[in-house]
């Protein structure tokens, strides 16, 4: 292999022969088995507080991860060097730890004949040919909006213009070897507004992998200052239970303590409030969760998974009752269980809402909370007890009354998810989960 050492951003060929150095390498040393990771990141970042530019980050790293096994042991060793001694070096420190390890009778790749071997074209590499100083414009362009926006916009925590492509490759002692590059963009907006004496802050924020599908930076800064503004005197409530209304962007997260619940890795250490749940029905019949790993675009698509496998479409929920849980190689290993592709997380899941939007949920609920911000990390993964700190805003009558601060949000995620009572149509796009607004029939709601 001809040497690499340019600074340069390396292509998908370069890593997939630093990849195969490294296998090649590895097989000389005796091992059973290995596998190689390699990455190249390249980035910019620019950031503006008050009209002037508060940070400018490039960022260009690339690193090489190789993991050996032998004897049911496990070595593992990384490096950002990648020359060619740098790699044999890496690979014999990787095997040598392997000595050194306890035997672990799980350990090792997925099976050979689950390799992925339809490397598919997912469209998610675009590009942003951006420079500082373009950066620089549009995030000063994006605070200049929120700042005009309002007179009760005071301050500012500042605007955030970003772009990232990073490209992996992955190759084991099975034969594959694959590879991939992926980018993301985003502008983001973060200010505070001020009246009688009180100060309140919110944010907005786009991204996409394609430069041209983000929202434009003023309309960005504009939306900030719309929520901000929207937060100005704030009350508190009295405690009391009444449906929740979760908007998108926190949907996604409720639903996210489920699937980090369903984890093989939580399953085998029996640290899960849905432990042993396959079969069980864990939501109402109208909800479903769908994985579907091929969706163009995708914030989280990918035709294979950390470790080769072929990914595929999947159904995880089916009319409430759980059908799979989310497993590498390993992790199914350890249940006795096959792997679902899942190494490195789960891929795009989808959960599918009625015909409703936003606005006709809030009528729905009559009178109860929109949740719109959520505050702290209480939610036990063992127990599934959750409360939260709560911002948002106060319902009666099917209307939006006045926003409100300093509640806590309460329940146990067992039963709120069978408290469910709709999903709407508004899917955000910009994650791996795509769900749309959330309304739970009642949350304990702590107040004043």
């Not at 980035?43 to 008050?50: D, F, K, P, V």
């Not at 944010?203 to 309309?219: I, N």
């Not at 994985?291 to 698509?301: C, K, L, N």
């Amino acid at each position: 292999m001809a040497e690499i050492t340019r600074r340069a951003s390396l292509g998908r060929d370069e890593l997939e022969s630093l990849v195969a150095l490294a296998l090649d390498e590895a097989r000389k040393l005796g091992v059973d088995q290995a596998e190689v990771a390699a990455s190249q990141d390249s980035g910019l970042s620019a950031t503006a507080r008050l009209g002037d530019v508060e940070n400018l980050e490039f960022t260009n790293d690339r690193g090489v991860g190789i993991t050996v096994y032998k004897n049911s042991c496990k070595g593992n060793a990384s490096t950002s060097d990648i020359s060619p001694a740098s790699i044999r070096e890496t690979v014999a420190k990787a095997f040598s730890f392997a000595t050194f390890t306890a035997e672990d009778p799980y350990a090792g790749l997925a099976d050979a004949e689950l390799m992925a071997s339809d490397l598919m074209d997912l469209d998610l590499d675009h590009p942003w040919a951006l420079e500082a100083g373009e950066a620089i414009s549009l995030a000063i362009e994006s605070e200049s909006a929120a700042m005009a926006y309002d007179k009760r916009i005071s301050n500012s925590e500042g605007a955030t213009v970003g772009t990232n492509r990073g490209t992996r490759a992955y190759g084991n002692t099975h034969g594959f070897i694959g590879s991939h590059s992926k980018t993301s963009h985003s502008i983001s907006c973060v200010v505070l507004a001020e009246a009688d004496g009180a100060m309140q802050r919110d944010y907005h924020y786009t991204a996409s992998r394609v430069p041209g599908d983000l929202d434009e930076a003023a309309s960005v800064g504009v939306m900030a200052a719309e929520k901000t503004v929207g937060r100005l005197s704030a009350q508190k409530i009295k405690t009391t239970n009444a449906p929740v209304l979760f908007i998108p962007e926190l949907a996604r997260g409720f639903m996210g303590h489920a699937i980090g619940a369903i984890a093989g890795g939580a399953q085998y250490r029996r640290s899960s409030f849905l432990l042993d749940a396959i079969g069980q029905k864990i939501f109402p019949d109208f909800v479903q969760i769908q994985e579907r790993p091929h969706i163009p675009r995708g914030m989280a698509s990918r035709s294979y998974d950390g470790e080769g496998v072929a990914t595929y479409d999947r159904d995880i929920v089916t009319d409430g009752e759980l059908c799979s849980y989310i497993l590498s190689s390993y992790s199914a290993r350890r249940l006795g269980l096959k792997t679902t592709a899942n190494a490195g997380g789960a891929q795009n899941l989808l959960i599918p809402g009625s015909d409703t939007n936003l606005e006709k949920l809030i009528r729905e609920m009559g009178t109860g909370l929109i949740v719109e911000e959520l505050i702290g990390q209480g939610v036990n993964s063992v127990t599934g007890d959750y409360s939260r700190g709560a911002v948002g805003h106060w319902v009666e009558n099917g209307e939006i009354q006045f926003p409100v601060h300093e509640v806590t949000i309460a329940g146990n995620l067992l039963e709120l998810y069978q408290r469910i009572a709709a999903i709407g149509n508004d899917q955000d796009l910009r994650s791996g989960i795509r769900c749309g607004s959330l309304l739970l029939e009642e949350m304990t709601i702590a107040g004043a």
